[in-house]
């Protein structure tokens, strides 16, 4: 394995941890976030700071996913009060906030970012090797989260929270989970980045990085673990085999996440249900 | 016979409209009770009220002898009551029986950690299965609710309130959009759950169903108490003649 693929695999590692964190929540709880880069961005910046003044890599990880989880949390609690198109709207404005905040930190490093991030100190096959355990314990938490009872609150939250009230669910306990979850793993993946890259700047974790991971979960079937993880493979893949779609990747995001709405609101995993549906009958 | 069920003073407005005002409802243990008035009366206000989906002006309500007025709808429903809608309001992700299943896993989704290392649900399917069987729908349990008639599912929505094993089950309107036969087959159904101890709040228009079914019958008009009473005797009474029939 070359280092160009070496490096090809750990972006997509962590893209695949970014995307499933987003579909516990909008998948799995229904809460749709247009910010979940700020939760990106909070975990590389957290990783970034302490890695500079000497702490270690296991540590430096679980800070960034802890920071992200509890301001996710904190962020979380506007989904008590608004919902659907509102609740849209207020996590685009965390995704801008976040940016706005960080470009003026000088202690954050202003327009410039942080750079000098120490090194992971391992080779780059054995971070690829670091990065992706920490893509299938994603995966594996992710699906056994929805095998679980709280899986199955999840769906009862995402079909019509009213009425999970009124069969004695606790509604924003379990909207708040989903947001605590799903931050913390995006934290997880930014510091994963951040050591990948060792270089950040504000506008990796802005509004277009948010609508890159919704495309991600958006074409693989919102909801779907194994969807989401195919799409987050090719929409990754796809710009570096063919370089001329590099130049043109935010529209043909755009193109796909309209698609997606308009013809398959499913994605691909509701297409390959509707295969084999077919195949069978 | 002890109350089970008291709301006092509810008074109930949405911006300048007044839905309820200075309402008094009791319900004893074990009877069934039918909240009946015409459009408007504010008959599901009063249920929204009780399970605290509306939040009133002012209201006193004791589920028991414990103050449920403060509390959460998801409280309320653990104490003991369990709520139909008007318009079926199914889970469309799940199948006829996790709706059920769902719902009969009341306990095990209380709290987060638990809800989260438990995977086992055979236990709750098996109950839902015994409830679906109740209210003659367990044929269905296997289907997609998006494609099954309004009969199955007034039936489901009655069978996942029973799920949460309530003492109390308010039931808003389960016979509307029924046909005659239909609407019997469930006043039936909801008789004989009333029969094995559950206390029954039945909001319905279905005036014969109603007097075939109910021990008691509570009228509302205009969002006021207008009375109260053994059904024979309350339909007879001039005011509620004029308000609900227009005779």
Known sequence: ?281 | MTTILLAESVTVKFGGVTALEDVHMDVKQGEFLSLIGPNGAGKTTLLNTITGVVTPVNASLKLGNKDISNLPTHKRIRLGLALTHQIVRPFKSMTILENVAFAAGFKKVRKIIPSLITLNRSLEKKKAIEFLEMVDIAQYQDQEVSKLPLGVLKRLEVARALAVEPQILLLDEPLAGLNSQEAGKLADTVKSISKQGVTIVMIEHNLSEVLRVSDRLHVLDNGRNLAQGEPKAVMNQPEVRAAYLGI
Not at chain 1, 52 to 75: D, E, Q, S
Not at chain 1, 97 to 123: A, K, N, T
Not at chain 1, 250 to 272: D, N, T
Request: charged residues 10%; proline residues 2%; hydrophobic residues 55%.
């Open chain 1, 1 to 281: 394995m070359g280092l160009y693929e070496i490096s090809l695999a750990t972006g997509v590692g962590i893209y695949i941890i970014l995307a499933v964190s987003l579909n516990m929540i909008t998948g799995y709880c229904g809460q749709i976030s247009l910010g979940h880069a700020a939760f990106y961005g909070i975990g590389a910046y957290t990783v970034a700071l302490l890695s500079k003044i000497g702490w270690p890599i296991y540590l430096t990880l679980g800070a960034g996913f802890l920071a992200a989880g509890i301001i996710g949390t904190i962020v979380g609690l506007t989904s008590l009060r608004v919902r659907e198109d509102f609740l849209a709207i207020v996590t685009m404005g965390v995704a801008f906030l976040f940016v706005g905040i960080v470009r003026q930190q000088e202690f954050l490093g202003g327009e410039m970012g942080i750079s000098g991030i120490p090194s992971h100190g391992m080779s780059k096959l054995a971070y690829l090797g670091l990065v992706l355990f920490f893509a299938v314990l994603s995966i594996l938490f992710s699906w056994y989260v929805k095998r679980s009872w709280m899986g199955f609150a999840f769906d009862a939250v995402a079909d019509d929270e009213d009425t999970a009230k009124v069969l004695g669910l606790d509604v924003k306990a379990y909207k708040l989970t989903a947001f605590a979850m799903g931050t913390a793993m995006a934290g997880l993946a930014g510091g994963l980045y951040a050591y990948y890259t060792r270089f950040i700047i504000p506008d990796t974790f802005g509004f277009i990085e948010s609508i890159t991971i919704l495309s991600m979960v958006a074409v693989g079937g919102i909801g779907s673990i194994f969807g989401v993880v195919f799409a987050t493979i090719l929409l990754v893949l796809m710009p570096e085999f063919f370089r001329f779609i590099n130049d043109y990747k935010l529209l043909l995001y755009g193109v796909l996440l309209f698609s997606v709405m308009r013809f398959a609101p499913e994605g691909l995993s509701g297409f390959f249900k509707l295969l084999v549906r077919r195949k069978d009958g």
